[in-house]
Nanobody, 119 residues
């Protein structure tokens, strides 16, 4: 099981930036077995939307086509922390941003962090 704790959300005006953090941990030494970490978001009244995923074996991030551009996913292995940098925020980015971790075939989720963008 992967434990995930997000932080960094908040209220910002249009055009602002935020960096969300997600600290992941397991009971496995060195957090071995966490294959991927990533982000989804869920806006009010809308379905959950994929933002991006960081695959540790590739040491690379992959993004959903719908969110290309102002989103950057990075992983600090030493800190076991996944980041989501969001620039040039617009009101449509208002959502709960959820971190997930994949260990073998199981996906665990964090509680989410709220991002609110005012016009």
């Amino acid at each position: 099981q992967v434990q995930l704790v997000e932080s960094g959300g908040g209220s910002v005006p249009t055009g602002g930036s935020l960096r969300l953090s997600c600290v992941g941990s397991t009971r496995t030494p060195g957090n071995k077995g966490i294959d991927s970490l990533g982000w989804f978001r869920q806006a009010p009244g809308k379905e959950q939307e994929s933002v991006g995923i960081f695959k540790r074996a590739e040491n690379a991030a992959h993004y959903a086509d719908s969110v290309l551009g102002p989103f950057t996913v990075t992983l600090n292995n030493a800190k076991n922390t996944l980041y989501l940098q969001i620039d040039n925020l617009v009101p449509e980015d208002t959502a709960v941003y959820l971190c997930f971790g994949d260990q073998y075939t199981i996906r665990d989720w964090g509680q989410g962090t709220q991002v609110t963008v005012s016009s």
